[in-house]
């Protein structure tokens, strides 16, 4: 139940962490970092009539695709059509093609490696991060997949290197919009991993490097909030909790009131 609830926790933040950047893929990331299923094992079944019609709509587009072998339009039909039929593999065929049509646009590549992980394919899906990391190396998106990926199958040490090498590549004395490494958001992902590894110390110490240079950047106080909760210093953690309330943007506020309202303050023993 504690594994469960930290790993809810850990959703939160990267969440949170993501959506402040305004990323367009955001919804996308946030159901990699939540291990949603692309095709979800409770997903309900399409009935025949449904099947018929998305055979003959798959039809068409195939057609197209005889004509237009790069025809995105139909790529991406084919694509949604695979994702209703529960067709993973299938999908991932449809993905692969559009990431290598779009190199600029990673949330295609992101998406490949998601499905690729959820197929088991690790080697695969972190090839898929790897090429996005590689255009770009501060890409968050790709960053926070390939980590969480890492941390799926027990290789933190392998999550913290990178970031740590992610780190070593920006440039501090340039600001942050010209910067191609936001450095406190990778900061955030790196002490996460620290605290998912119990290492707290290393947590707390990156979060306070945060908060020191970003004092209105609510993330890091929240990140810490949390740290606390994990080790079970509930009353000072609601204290940081209660001051990232106060600094995050409204569509955020829900949620930390949600993180506040679930801790358990023991009462002081008589």
């Given at each position: 139940?504690?594994?469960?609830?930290?790993?809810?926790?850990?959703?939160?933040?990267?969440?949170?962490?993501?959506?402040?950047?305004?990323?367009?893929?955001?919804?996308?990331?946030?159901?990699?970092?939540?291990?949603?299923?692309?095709?979800?094992?409770?997903?309900?079944?399409?009935?025949?009539?449904?099947?018929?019609?998305?055979?003959?709509?798959?039809?068409?587009?195939?057609?197209?695709?005889e004509r237009e072998p790069n025809n995105?339009?139909?790529?991406?039909?084919?694509?949604?059509?695979?994702?209703?039929?529960?067709?993973?593999?299938?999908?991932?065929?449809?993905?692969?093609?559009?990431?290598?049509?779009?190199?600029?646009?990673?949330?295609?590549?992101?998406?490949?490696?998601?499905?690729?992980?959820?197929?088991?394919?690790?080697?695969?899906?972190?090839?898929?991060?790897?090429?996005?990391?590689?255009?770009?190396?501060?890409?968050?998106?790709?960053?926070?997949?390939?980590?969480?990926?890492?941390?799926?199958?027990?290789?933190?040490?392998?999550?913290?290197?990178?970031?740590?090498?992610?780190?070593?590549?920006?440039?501090?004395?340039?600001?942050?919009?010209?910067?191609?490494?936001?450095?406190?958001?990778?900061?955030?992902?790196?002490?996460?991993?620290?605290?998912?590894?119990?290492?707290?110390?290393?947590?707390?110490?990156?979060?306070?490097?945060?908060?020191?240079?970003?004092?209105?950047?609510?993330?890091?106080?929240?990140a810490k909030g949390l740290l606390l909760?994990?080790?079970?210093?509930?009353?000072?953690?609601?204290?940081?909790?209660?001051?990232?309330?106060?600094?995050?943007?409204?569509?955020?506020?829900?949620?930390?009131?949600?993180?506040?309202?679930?801790?358990?303050?023991?009462?002081?023993?008589?």
């Amino acid at each position: 139940m504690q594994a469960k609830r930290d790993r809810w926790v850990y959703i939160v933040l990267i969440a949170m962490l993501l959506a402040l950047l305004g990323f367009s893929g955001l919804p996308l990331v946030s159901s990699i970092l939540q291990e949603n299923q692309l095709i979800g094992q409770n997903s309900p079944r399409i009935t025949q009539d449904q099947q018929i019609q998305l055979e003959a709509e798959a039809k068409g587009y195939q057609k197209v695709l005889e004509r237009e072998p790069n025809n995105q339009t139909a790529l991406k039909g084919l694509l949604n059509i695979k994702i209703q039929q529960q067709d993973l593999q299938g999908a991932i065929v449809f993905l692969e093609k559009l990431a290598q049509l779009n190199p600029k646009q990673p949330e295609y590549s992101i998406l490949l490696a998601q499905a690729k992980q959820q197929t088991k394919d690790f080697e695969g899906a972190a090839a898929a991060y790897n090429q996005i990391l590689k255009q770009d190396v501060g890409n968050i998106q790709a960053l926070s997949g390939i980590i969480s990926l890492y941390l799926f199958q027990n290789l933190p040490q392998r999550a913290i290197a990178l970031l740590q090498n992610t780190l070593q590549q920006a440039q501090p004395n340039q600001t942050a919009s010209e910067n191609k490494i936001d450095i406190a958001s990778v900061k955030l992902l790196l002490g996460e991993v620290y605290s998912q590894t119990e290492r707290y110390s290393d947590a707390n110490q990156l979060y306070e490097e945060v908060i020191a240079a970003n004092p209105e950047d609510f993330r890091p106080v929240l990140a810490k909030g949390l740290l606390l909760t994990k080790q079970g210093e509930n009353p000072q953690a609601k204290t940081w909790l209660e001051r990232a309330l106060s600094l995050a943007p409204a569509q955020f506020k829900d949620q930390i009131s949600q993180l506040i309202d679930n801790l358990v303050i023991k009462p002081v023993e008589p």
